[in-house]
């Protein structure tokens, strides 16, 4: 398992890559916070894409039933066990850890 952080420079262009790579991959989207503890906001359900809207600093989750957007996002980390990607965490402004779990792990080419 390899933790890496994704510049935010790169973050329009990775986040449009993988929309293409996983759409209507299955993935749950959990947000944890001291203020609200761990809190489940779509599970299980296909992934409709990924948008990092750089003049606004908002990253939208879309996924089948919900649009999930994570304002102003500090850190972008993504847990890879090979070249299957695991999961994504998002770190906001105001600490907030927003974890996209991937249940079927996505095969992508090496880096560059």
Do not use: C, N
Not at 34 to 42: F, P, Q, T, Y
Not at 67 to 94: A, K, N, W
């Amino acid at each position: 398992m390899t933790i890496a952080k994704i510049d935010k420079a790169h973050w329009h262009d990775y986040f449009g890559r993988m929309s293409a790579l996983l759409i209507g991959k299955s993935v749950e989207v959990e947000v944890d916070a001291l203020e609200i503890g761990s809190h489940i906001a779509a599970e299980w359900v296909p992934l409709l894409g990924f948008v990092y809207d750089v003049h606004s600093d908002i990253l939208a989750v879309t996924v089948e039933g919900l649009d999930h957007m994570i304002r102003h996002p500090q850190q972008v980390h993504v847990d890879m066990l090979g070249s299957e990607l695991r999961s994504l965490e998002v770190v906001d402004s105001e600490l907030y850890h927003h974890v996209i779990k991937l249940r079927e792990p996505l095969l992508l080419p090496a880096p560059h």
